[in-house]
């Protein structure tokens, strides 16, 4: 089988247990579920050695309690996706709503140093 087919095809379900079973493994303290590819986990956020992590509980989850937005403070040398994801670990996060999957950190367009938090469900 020529390789570059095989890199194009999506991931059986055995591969995808497989890979949700080493997330979790790798994050057996967290009171969420790690959603971000596992080949992924090691991508650079940001080259700066200081990030604010904002979660802004802006879902409808909390449409009839709202929420004050929380922030996470990270520094580092090499600021990762798992390296941000064992951070969030250590400060407590927890997504308490219908939305328990982190999916990633999209970095807010007015801040150099900001970052919110993606979550699912």
Do not use: W
């Not at 407590?92 to 919110?116: A, M, R, T």
């Amino acid at each position: 089988m020529n390789s570059t087919l095989s890199l194009n095809m999506e991931k059986t379900e055995q591969e995808m247990e497989e890979e949700i079973e080493l997330i979790n493994n790798m994050f057996p303290d967290s009171n969420f579920s790690v959603a971000i590819d596992i080949d992924e986990l090691d991508d650079l956020i940001t080259n700066k050695q200081f990030i604010i992590v904002k979660n802004t509980y802006n879902c409808y989850c909390y449409d009839n309690c709202k929420k004050n937005a929380t922030y996470y403070y990270i520094r580092g040398t090499s600021i990762t996706n798992r390296y941000v994801i064992e951070q969030l670990i250590k400060q407590g996060l927890n997504l308490e709503c219908n939305h328990v999957f982190l999916e990633g950190f999209d970095k807010c367009p007015d801040s150099d140093c900001q970052y919110i938090i993606c979550t699912g469900s």
